[in-house]
Structure formats: C-alpha cells, structure tokens
C-alpha cells in the first residue's frame, strides 16, 4: 500500500522558517517524482515543488529563492525547507507522487492530476 505522511507544519512568524517532511512507503522512492503542493482557504491546490526521479528539482515561481526541496533515500524522506515565510504561504502543504516517469517536475507541478498518491497533508501559518 502506498503512503505519504507529512509532518513538520505548524506557527510561525513572517520572515521564520519551517521544515516540512514526507515520508514514504510501498513504493519505490527513487523512481517517481515526489512532489509538495499547497492549498490556502478558499482557493485551488497549486504546486509548490518537486523532486524528480533523475534528482532535478522545480520550483514555483512564487517560492523560488525562499524553498528548497531535497531528498533522503535511506529514510524514504523528501523534505521542503521554507525560509523566509510570508503570510500568503499560509495554507495546507500537500506531499504526492506521480508514478508516471514520463512527466517531469515541471509537468507535475502545473498538473495536479499527474499525481496518483497524496499524503493527508498539514498546516502552516504564517503571522504577519
């Protein structure tokens, strides 16, 4: 059975920090895209980031400079560390994964169809 958890979410002031984690299960880490994705209140879920396969990494213009996504393989982990946070990153972080290699990060983070497996998500504030 596939699994996604995330964890990490929680206050944090404009202009903190936060590390988010999605760990993995019944899958083979190291060969799909495992990507973050957020929903705010009352809007659309949009990608925020994503780890491809191949080890490439994609952005979100709105998050470019102030995340950086990474990847443990041992502990079947991809992480999104927040810097910088703003109010407007205020929403629930989503981890999946998109089991079709021929879409890259890019694709995914545009379509959030492409994603076959979603964690429960968790929540981030951002004080301003």
């Known amino acids: 059975e596939v699994q996604l958890v995330e964890s990490g979410g929680g206050l944090v002031q404009a202009g903190g920090s936060l590390r988010l984690s999605c760990t993995s299960s019944?899958?083979?880490?190291?060969?799909?895209?495992v990507c973050w994705f957020r929903q705010a209140p009352g809007k659309e879920r949009e990608g925020v980031s994503c780890?491809?396969?191949?080890?490439?990494?994609y952005y979100a213009d709105s998050v470019k400079g102030r995340f950086t996504i990474s990847s443990d393989r041992a502990k079947n982990t991809v992480y999104l560390q927040m810097s910088n946070l703003e109010p407007e990153d205020t929403a629930v972080y989503y981890c999946?994964?998109?089991?079709?290699?021929?879409?890259?990060?890019?694709?995914?983070?545009?379509?959030?169809?492409?994603?076959?497996?979603w964690g429960k998500g968790t929540l981030v504030t951002v004080s301003s």
């Open positions: 780890f491809n396969s191949d080890g490439r990494s």
């Open positions: 019944g899958f083979p880490f190291e060969a799909y895209a």
């Open positions: 999946g994964a998109s089991f079709n290699v021929v879409f890259s990060g890019s694709y995914i983070l545009d379509n959030s169809g492409a994603i076959e497996s």
